[in-house]
């Protein structure tokens, strides 16, 4: 099983390239060792927007505010021998 990993701006422009120009996608997955399903998301991808860069992601929302990071390690700091309740 490979591993994965992101494919780089300049790769993508490198793939929509190979397909403009007429090549199959099949052939183009093929090509860049990567899977078909891969370049034919990019592809679709690049017909709907017109850019090919990677989407912002949608990591977990954080629960506290930088001030409140702060004041726990302040307070950590403060009262060593206390036990987290």
């Known amino acids: 099983m ?12 490198r793939i929509i390239g190979k397909i403009e120009e007429g090549q199959k996608i099949t052939d183009v997955a093929w090509e860049f060792d990567i899977a078909h399903s891969v370049v034919s998301r990019l592809w679709k991808s690049f017909k709907t927007t ?18 409140e990071d702060r004041y726990i390690v302040l307070s950590a700091k403060r009262n060593r021998r206390t036990t987290a309740q």
């Open 50 to 67: 017109g850019m090919c860069s990677r989407r912002h992601g949608g990591g977990r929302v954080r629960s506290t505010t930088p001030a």
């Open 2 to 13: 490979s591993s994965r990993h992101h494919i780089d701006d300049f790769m993508h422009g």
